[in-house]
């Protein structure tokens, strides 16, 4: 399975500003997700990355507070725009490859994002 | 309804106990199934697939029923190192590749 970076790993943030968590990975994948994981509850997908074209937002996430960018095959960003308090979770990168039915997906360790 | 229902526990078990998980998922067209871990503040990470046949890996046994859309989790001889969050989860037959994530199952192992 690919091993992915994911930074900050962290941070506290004032209402209103944006924040960018990148995502690097150590070989190419052909898939990578952002997800979004609220205190105490599961994984919500906010988006596919797509390399060289716009994400593919899920419903309830929109690109001008969620922009993503996907300049190549190993490497993603998302931009949580004009935060606020609602804001506050865990923030995750996925990747996997499509060798085949039941390849493995990876996860980034996380940026967990609080705001003020 | 949501697409991957799982019971939220927490499961309370001593060392030893075998303990079994379930899980439902919506979406008949559903094509890949997985179990995934997930430890206090950490990401998840996957602790097995499902397959039609079934499938063991050690102490964890893995069951897939199509015709229900049920899946579940076996553990048998429970440590205290196996106390986590296990995450149901299921992959669609379209092209997207999204995993769809249940809600998770808290495991708590006591000595």
């Known amino acids: 399975s690919a091993v992915i970076s994911q930074k900050p790993s962290r941070d506290i943030c004032q209402r209103g500003t944006s924040l960018t968590i990148q995502c690097q990975v150590d070989?190419?994948?052909?898939?990578m997700f952002w997800y979004r994981q609220q205190p105490g509850q599961s994984l919500t997908l906010i988006a596919t990355?797509?390399?060289?074209?716009?994400?593919?937002?899920e419903s309830g996430f929109v690109i001008d507070k969620f922009p993503i960018s996907r300049p190549n095959l190993t490497f993603s960003t998302l931009t949580v725009s004009n935060m606020s308090p609602e804001d506050s979770s865990i923030y995750l990168c996925?990747?996997?490859?499509?060798?085949?039915?039941?390849?493995?997906?990876?996860f980034g360790s996380g940026t967990r994002l609080t705001v003020v | 309804r949501k697409e991957v229902e799982q019971d939220p526990g927490p499961f309370n078990v001593p060392e030893g106990a075998t303990v079994a998980f379930n899980c439902t998922y919506s979406n008949s067209a559903s094509q890949s199934f997985f179990w995934y871990r997930q430890d206090c503040r950490k990401e998840p990470k996957l602790l097995m697939s499902v397959y039609s046949s079934g499938n063991e890996d050690g102490r964890f046994t893995a069951q897939l029923n199509r015709a229900s859309q049920y899946i579940s989790l076996l553990i048998r001889d429970s440590k205290l190192s196996d106390s986590a969050t296990y995450l149901c989860v299921v992959r669609g037959k379209d092209s997207s590749y999204k995993l769809i994530f249940g809600s998770g199952t808290r495991l708590l192992v006591r000595p």
């Open positions: 996925s990747a996997t490859g499509t060798g085949g039915r039941n390849y493995g997906y990876t």
């Open positions: 990355a797509n390399q060289g074209s716009e994400a593919t937002y």
């Open positions: 070989s190419q994948v052909t898939m």
